[in-house]
């Protein structure tokens, strides 16, 4: 593979991450206000969150496998905390997701339990939620120079980019700017 078609390749994938990370971040907003969405749909949105989830962690399984291989190599290293706080997360999303689903009124299980078994599990459910939630922000701050970065690009492109460049290149060279831009 030549370099230019590696470095498109790269570009590519960092458009799909930064697009799919947007939208995990507003499903999790949105699954947070159950009460403005309605169960029904807080429900489906729960579901999209796992699916979209699931994928987050496949475009990320090198990173996954390469720090699992060397995290007992070394011991205090920034990836090295941003595991431990990937893997909780992990584990508290695990909780959050399986609980809805236990305590789930419209997907057709609505599985039978005691009331005080049901309360049990949406305390279970309420609370992980707020620990995502954390969590989240953690993780988001983490990643806060990659999401400026990537939001200048992919979000916030000038419209003027060109004209710009054009107007700049007329402060020091004046005339020959002009003359290159009616040649243009
Ligand atoms: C609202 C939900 C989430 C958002 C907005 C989010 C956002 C991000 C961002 C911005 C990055 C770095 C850029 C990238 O390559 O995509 C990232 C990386 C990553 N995320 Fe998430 N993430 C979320 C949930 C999770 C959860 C629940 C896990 C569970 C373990 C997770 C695991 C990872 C991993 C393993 C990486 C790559 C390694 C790293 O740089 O930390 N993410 N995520
Ligand atoms: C993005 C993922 C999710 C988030 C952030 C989330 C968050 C929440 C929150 C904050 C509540 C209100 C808890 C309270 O104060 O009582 C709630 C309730 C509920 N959630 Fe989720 N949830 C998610 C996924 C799911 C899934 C996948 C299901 C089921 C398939 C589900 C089913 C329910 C149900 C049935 C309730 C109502 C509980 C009750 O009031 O008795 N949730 N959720």
Redesign the pocket.
Known sequence: MTQKSKKTKRHNRTKINFALDIVLAL??V??????FTG?PL?????????VGLIVHLLLHWDWIVALTRTFFKKLLHQSRVNYVLNAALLIV?VA??L?????????G?SLPMADST??TW??V??LS??L??VLVALHIAMHWRWIVTNSKKYLFIRPNTRQQQVSSKQTPFGRRAIREQAHE
Do not use: P, R
């Not at 949105?30 to 009460?35: D, H, I, L, P, R």
């Not at 807080?42 to 796992?50: K, M």
């Not at 609980?99 to 997907?107: A, F, N, P, R, Y």
């Open positions: 499903i999790f949105f699954g947070m206000e159950v009460y169960i807080h429900e489906l949105l729960g579901l999209f969150f796992a999303v959050m997701t609980s809805g689903i236990v305590i789930s009124q419209t997907l299980l049901y309360l949406s305390t459910h309420a939620a707020q995502v939630l």
